[in-house]
């Protein structure tokens, strides 16, 4: 690589993690209270997909350890937002639901986050937005593969 493109480089990924901590604060200072950020991707994972999961896909789909989604998920048990069950096919394994509950924590954070991602994407514009959404996708599906 040139060192135009080490420049190129250093400045996106700058940008991106000052975004990724903006991003966080921001969103975190909206949540319903008692609601982190694990708190509210997981349960929008949950919603969005529909399904159960496993403690162990949910780790690999957030890039975590085992025990990291193992310790999200009790706060989101003891809170009511999931369901906890045994495998029925393999009792060493354990399948993960959002409950009724968790849905409305989610909802309630959607509504919280909404505003002010509207704002933010109408000063920018939604046509610039839209246009930066396939490399973005396209820079997360990379690091993804690189795993």
């Known amino acids: ?22 991003t966080r604060a921001s969103v975190t200072k909206v949540l319903p209270r008692g609601m982190e950020l694990s708190h509210f991707s997981v349960l929008n994972h949950l919603a969005h997909s529909g399904v159960e999961r496993s403690p162990g896909e949910l780790a690999r789909t957030f890039h975590l350890t085992r025990g990291a989604m193992t310790n999200t998920l009790g706060k989101l048990e003891w809170a009511g937002w999931v369901h906890i069950r045994p495998d029925w096919d393999d009792a060493r394994r354990k399948m993960v639901a959002i409950s009724p509950a968790g849905v409305s924590a989610r909802n309630a954070a959607i509504q919280a986050i909404s505003p002010m991602i509207a704002q933010i994407v109408k000063d920018i514009g939604p046509m610039r937005v839209r246009g930066a959404l396939p490399v973005l996708r396209e820079l997360r599906q990379r690091l993804a593969d690189a795993d």
């Open 1 to 22: 690589m040139t060192d135009e493109s080490n420049d190129l480089a250093a400045t996106l990924f700058s940008e991106i993690l000052a975004v990724d901590q903006l």
